[in-house]
């Protein structure tokens, strides 16, 4: 594909792609001018560089969250369906909160969507300050949550280029784990009652569980 043909978006979308199967370490302008059928130069000539690419990459993925209306009678439904959307779109792509630790990450839906969520919080009453923190509680929280499932994805991946079977090494790992957790009381009956889910797995509820705890908190601010 000549550079005159090759447009930005296309270079995006396919980064996007390769980032969701090889992760942020598996991008580089050769393997995406391969995708593309185009030469590395030409990946160049659009978006400068790699980080300049990864930044690109990650304003397309904001682009995919969808905005709920600021104005909205219910406000805490209107954040709910923000943060909820936020953790989809991480866990659809795990790269996002690495790049988010190592990357000048910021562009126009980035800005959308922080303009909404002031918004929301705003429109509900909260001062600037207030409506400031909670986005920011919300965002963190968020992306905290999506931390443990993308680095699943990373460990996995960095054991399956070992040659050994990553699944055996991952059980083998949870049974030593457990051995160990089970010489604690409290661990071992959490164990116990989770039945062969292992020493590190969580409830499927907790998100919504510390999502709807965090909004409580945020909540009882507003009556302050």
Do not use: C
Not at 123 to 130: C, I, Q, R, T
Not at 189 to 216: H, K, M, W
């Amino acid at each position: 594909m000549a550079r005159d043909t090759l447009t930005r978006e296309q270079i995006v979308g396919a980064a996007i792609e390769l980032l969701d199967e090889e992760g942020l370490d598996g991008l580089n302008m050769r393997s995406l001018g391969q995708r593309l059928d185009s030469a590395a130069t030409a990946m160049y000539w659009h978006v400068k560089n790699k980080d300049n690419l990864v930044r690109l990459a990650v304003d397309e993925v904001w682009g995919e969250i969808d905005l709920p209306d600021p104005d909205a009678a219910d406000w805490r439904a209107a954040a709910e369906s923000m943060a909820t959307g936020m953790y989809e779109a991480l866990a659809r792509h795990p790269w996002l909160v690495q790049a988010q630790a190592s990357h000048l990450l910021y562009g126009p839906n980035k800005s959308r969507h922080d303009e909404n969520a002031l918004a929301i919080f705003e429109s509900a009453g909260f001062d600037d300050d207030d409506a400031d923190r909670a986005v920011a509680a919300i965002f963190l929280f968020v992306l905290g949550n999506a931390t443990g499932p993308a680095a699943n994805v990373s460990l996995r991946r960095r054991l399956s280029k070992g040659g050994a079977d990553p699944e055996a090494q991952l059980a083998q790992a949870m049974t030593e784990a457990s051995e160990i957790a089970g010489t604690f009381p409290r661990l071992r009956a959490r164990i116990e009652r989770a039945a062969g889910t292992g020493y590190n797995a969580a409830p499927d509820s907790s998100f919504r569980f510390g999502l709807a705890a965090l909004l409580d908190g945020i909540a009882a601010r507003k009556v302050l």
